[in-house]
């Protein structure tokens, strides 16, 4: 079976055995209660899921299975000479819930060392797409064309005892995770780099030749690359690109079609894609007031210009946050120990020191604070990677460990076909006149 499976395995068996007896001692409590603002915007704050990877906690920020960030960058193994976490490290521990050994690290990336080959359809069907593509509809795509390696979706046709179907899982989680950096850096070579594609190296860590295929050899810039999806694998559940895979998930679509609609969330410009519209926003400032490193003044008055405009300041603010994102935080050291003296990074940091104050006198703003997608562009701009629009598709690649670990643990626990209730507003109206009843189905 292998080892990571017969750990996980043991791990999702005993915990299936622990919430079945949760829920017959306590599985009618209520955990807070919902508001009517909450079914109207966004669900925002309701308790409705369970993802055993990670948690986010508004004043602390995310820990993975309990660890910080800077835990987690002091506990997890690193690459040879290298200072920053292995992310096969942290997928590891989202997936059985201890940390690591350094030779459990290497196990997981000689797994997917061998799981890496990419069928020559997903490269065809990458190729029909026109250049002029957005990089995450060619990810998607590709995705998509993957899903024909489908083990969960072949054993189900074949009428899959559904004990097994975490283990169908499994296998399609490792095989889309060892894909995804060949994928998507055939994907940047195709549209920016005229079609000249550098393949695998099979001696290196799974983010060290994601670079390597990217075309970037510098050893600090693997080094991001490391830290990069370390950071970005999960952020608890509610988030678009999690609870969209999950849900999907739920209906047993297999992990291809799951990963396609997280991915589909992932995207969107209030998710995602904002990592593309914060570096957009920083180039246009500084061609507008046509210098390379903004004044604090200056960048307070532009600020403002893009509040007055009706527009946001894309970097900033969070839904569950309420400090400054420790992934933020992460990139900000590396930006110090790498790259001081580099006219971005500084921009960066003096937006950081600019912004808030101005979102709070505001007085409508929660979080004033940078999330993890006001730092991240300047890093990858520092080292050549300007094409902003990739970075999604980086995103991407790196979410696939959260997202996939929480899968296989949704199938081991054998969680339900996802189906909150709705309502009307006129069923909302009787039952505020208390003529209607509407909770409940």
Known sequence: MGILKERFKLKSDAMAAEIKDLLKENGNKKIGEV??????????????????????????????RGYSIPELQQKLAKAPKGT???PEGLFYLMLIGDLPSEDDVHHVTS????RSHVPNHVFAAIEA????????????????????ESQFAKKYAEGMNKKDYWEAVFDDAMDL????????????????????HIHPNGLLDWAGNFAHMLGF????????????????????????SA???????SALSDPYLSFAAGMNGLAGPLHGLANQEVIKWIMEMREELKTELPTKEQIAEYVQKTLHDGKVVPGYGHAVLRKTDPRFSAQMEF??????????????????????????????????????????????????????????VLFGVSRALGVMASLCWDRALGFPLERPKSVTTESVKGWLQGKDEIWGE
């Open 35 to 64: 508001t009517l603002s909450q079914i109207y915007q966004g669900m925002r704050g309701m308790t409705g899921l369970v993802t055993e990877t990670s948690l986010l906690d508004s004043k602390e920020g995310i820990r993975f």
């Open 84 to 86: 920053e976490p292995l």
């Open 111 to 114: 797994v997917l060392q061998r």
């Open 129 to 148: 797409l026109p250049l002029s593509a957005h990089p995450m509809t060619q990810f998607v795509v590709a995705i998509m064309a993957l899903q024909t």
């Open 177 to 196: 995770i060892a894909r995804l950096p060949r994928v998507a850096a055939y994907i940047y070579r195709r549209k920016y780099k005229f079609g000249d």
């Open 217 to 240: 050899e510098d050893e600090t810039f693997k080094e991001l690359m490391r830290l990069y999806m370390t950071i970005h694998a999960d952020h608890e559940g509610g988030n678009v």
């Open 243 to 249: 609870h969209a895979t999950h849900l999907v998930g």
């Open 335 to 392: 930006g110090k120990k790498h790259m001081p003296d580099d006219p971005l990074v500084q921009t960066v940091w003096n937006i950081y020191e600019t912004v808030p104050p101005i979102l709070q006198s505001l007085g409508k703003i929660k979080n004033p604070w940078p999330n993890v997608d006001a730092h991240s562009g300047a890093l990858l701009v520092h080292y050549g990677l300007v094409e902003y629009e990739f970075y999604t």
